[in-house]
């Protein structure tokens, strides 16, 4: 038989998940030397991963990251198979018996829970929800946000935190002409939220946003950030862990937030940054009316990080609508390893591993790798890095005939996805949007039929 990596045998490698780190993985792939076959798995019909159903309305910069996708799904030897679920419409074993390698590239798709009482009070609900809904994600559209009321606790202080707190800060027209789903825009105009208030659990300096992050929000039309002069200064602890460990963002922040403490709000909608504070319950009857926080004093750890610490002080704060932001989890892939603990698949820089053993020809990158953390062009080294490894095991991979997987008749292919995009488009052009999604599989699959 012919050797692999040559134009009779090319190398067949599929990746599973078309978000960042599956699109960084099949260009590192499609560069590297030899002839190299890629099938990118999407459980949509559509790609892009967060990027589509992730990243906010209003930054639209960040989603051109696309076009760099764009050119990779142009090269001859990569397919894009959409609306086929690894684990549900083809399962992992079949998938390592027609493929040569397998990269898991399939991300952290749901949400951590705080762990505390009243969590699952009705107008409580994570970030992952609010933000899928307002992107059109298919998975989130049945979700109900009462915005009915004039308080909204976000918790979490990360950049998931602060998109959530700048939608529901943000006055509608800001958000018109972007990519948010018509439906929610049409919700947040009839908002009665005008406080959110953002719970961080440690100080100013060990704030997880970016400062152009937060930032962007005062900056907003009729929006101001708020904070205490007491939440925005430094404790001895923070002022010798900034100087030993802070990183320049961690610093701006504590600048932004500094220069900004103690000022009298004077829009008509706020953003309160209220720091060591934890939520410990959510109370109310029927559904969520108040949140129960308490105050922290931070510790140092053995690691030389600074903890929370609960003082006992405790607060109640009116709220009737609460969204987590505390971290994206994982979710197990049917036949793959999964490391509960923290909730990604275990790996040895980037081959999966179950306890000792190394799955062979099983590789993972991205989020699903290392956890929920880092901006998207982080992926782009981490991706290269697990390739690399795929690209030593070669010469050690067995020379077998590998039959064509069998795709179910749903499959949507790469021009299958332009269609739908082209139809987004012009859906958007009708209502001085530059794109109307559609929200459900079923709409996606009607208009690849109608768009021929
Ligand atoms: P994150 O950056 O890890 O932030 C999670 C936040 O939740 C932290 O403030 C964390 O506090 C807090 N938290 C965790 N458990 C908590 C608990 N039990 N009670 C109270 N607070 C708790 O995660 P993320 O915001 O989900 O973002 C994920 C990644 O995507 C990040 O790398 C982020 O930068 C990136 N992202 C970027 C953008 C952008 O560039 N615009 C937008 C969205 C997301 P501690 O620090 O104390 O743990």
Do not use: C
């Not at 609960?310 to 969204?323: F, I, K, M, N, Y």
């Amino acid at each position: 038989m012919a050797e692999l990596g040559t134009t009779e045998r090319p190398l067949r490698v599929a990746i599973v998940g078309s978000g960042p780190s599956g699109f960084y993985a099949a260009t590192a792939l499609l560069a590297s030397e030899g002839a190299v076959h890629v099938d990118l798995f999407d459980r949509l019909p559509t790609p892009f991963g967060l990027v589509r159903g992730g990243v906010a309305p209003d930054h639209q910069k960040i989603k051109t990251v696309t076009r760099a996708y764009n050119k990779t799904a142009a090269h001859e030897d990569f397919r894009f198979i959409g609306n086929v679920q690894v684990g549900r419409d083809v399962s992992l074993g079949a998938l390592l018996y027609s493929y040569d390698q397998v990269i898991l590239a399939v991300g952290a798709e749901a949400d951590r829970s705080m762990g505390i009482p009243g969590e699952d009070l009705p107008g409580s609900h994570s970030a992952t929800a609010f933000v899928g809904w307002y992107n059109g994600h298919p998975d989130h559209q049945d979700h109900v946000f009462d915005l009915n009321t004039p308080t909204a606790v976000v918790v979490g202080v990360g950049n998931v935190a602060m998109d959530v707190a700048r939608i529901l800060a943000a006055q509608p027209d800001h958000l018109s002409q972007t990519d948010i789903t018509t439906r929610a825009l049409d919700h947040l105009r009839t908002s009665k939220v005008r406080d959110i208030v953002v719970l961080g659990r440690r100080g100013p300096a060990q704030a997880a946003f970016t400062p152009t992050e937060i930032k962007e929000i005062d900056a907003l039309e009729d929006v101001d950030v708020v904070i205490s002069e007491g939440d925005a200064s430094l404790d001895p602890a923070s002022t010798k862990w900034l100087d030993l460990f802070g990183t320049k963002p961690n610093r701006q922040n504590v600048e932004f937030l500094q220069s900004i403490a103690g000022r009298t709000p004077t829009a008509s909608r706020r953003v309160h940054v209220r720091l060591l504070t934890s939520p410990h319950a959510l109370l109310g009857q029927e559904r969520v009316e108040q949140v129960k926080v308490g105050r922290n004093q931070l510790e140092e750890r053995d690691d030389g990080s600074l903890g929370p610490v609960d003082t006992g002080s405790r607060e109640v704060l009116d709220a009737g609508l609460v969204l987590r932001a505390v971290g994206y989890r994982g979710v197990p892939l049917p036949g793959a390893p999964f490391d509960d603990r923290r909730g990604i698949i275990p790996n040895v820089e980037g081959r999966v591993v179950d306890g000792e053993a190394v799955k062979e020809r099983l590789y993972v990158v991205g989020w699903a790798k290392r956890g929920p953390s880092g901006l998207i062009g982080t992926n782009r080294a981490d991706s290269k890095a697990t390739v690399e490894k795929t690209i030593e095991d070669r010469s050690a991979l067995p020379v077998v005939d590998r039959p064509m997987l069998e795709l179910p008749p749903t499959t949507v292919s790469w021009s299958g996805w332009e269609r739908i995009d082209s139809q987004e488009i012009a859906r958007g052009q009708e209502s001085g949007k530059i794109r109307e999604k559609f929200v459900a599989v079923d709409a996606m699959l009607d208009a690849l039929e109608q768009g021929g």
